[in-house]
């Protein structure tokens, strides 16, 4: 495994550090990337180029383990976003911790992006049908009004 002088990555409190560390499972014939801190639009190209890079290794899949992210925003999703979009189901995304995950939830990726529990046999993660509306489901034009969060919306609500 590839790895930084901090192997554990950033110290409590120490936000703003990235660390981006890559390893090969060959049992699974996956390469895995994991990304460490904060991915935000200053650390977002590290990663689209970890996960190209990961690709062009000729591993069956791609696990991208976001356990170790303290923060995602709009540019760290779209960097997934757009691995997602090359990779297809090649692409398989590690759980983050629960303030992560609350993330692609409420840009509806939860239900798009295929994530698992964890390593190393990386089994589909369990989801509950009756959490979330299917993609085919969701109306993903609908907005919410100003001051309206999507999930305090009543079927009355516009």
Same mark, same amino acid.
Request: hydrophobic share 45%.
């Given at each position: 495994m590839s790895t930084h002088p901090d192997p554990d990555g950033p110290a409590p409190g120490n936000?703003?550090?990235?660390?981006?560390r890559r390893d090969r $499972?060959?049992?699974d014939d996956a390469e895995v990337v994991v990304p460490v801190g904060e991915l935000d639009i200053a650390t977002a190209g590290e990663l689209e180029l970890g996960l190209e890079l990961a690709a062009t290794t000729g591993a069956r899949r791609i696990v991208l383990d976001l356990r170790e992210l303290l923060f995602i925003d709009s540019s760290g999703i779209n960097a997934i976003l757009e691995a997602y979009r090359r990779l297809g189901?090649? $692409?398989l995304v590690v759980q983050g911790p629960e303030h992560v995950q609350r993330v692609f939830a409420l840009c509806?990726?939860?239900?798009?992006l295929v994530f698992v529990d964890g390593l190393p046999d990386a089994q589909p993660a369990e989801r509950d049908p009756e959490a979330r509306p299917q993609p085919a489901e969701r109306d993903v034009g609908a907005r919410p009004?100003?001051?309206v969060w999507a999930g305090d919306r009543s079927p009355a609500d516009p």
């Open positions: 936000r703003g550090a990235f660390v981006l $499972l060959q049992a189901d090649r $692409l509806g990726l939860d239900a798009r009004r100003p001051g």
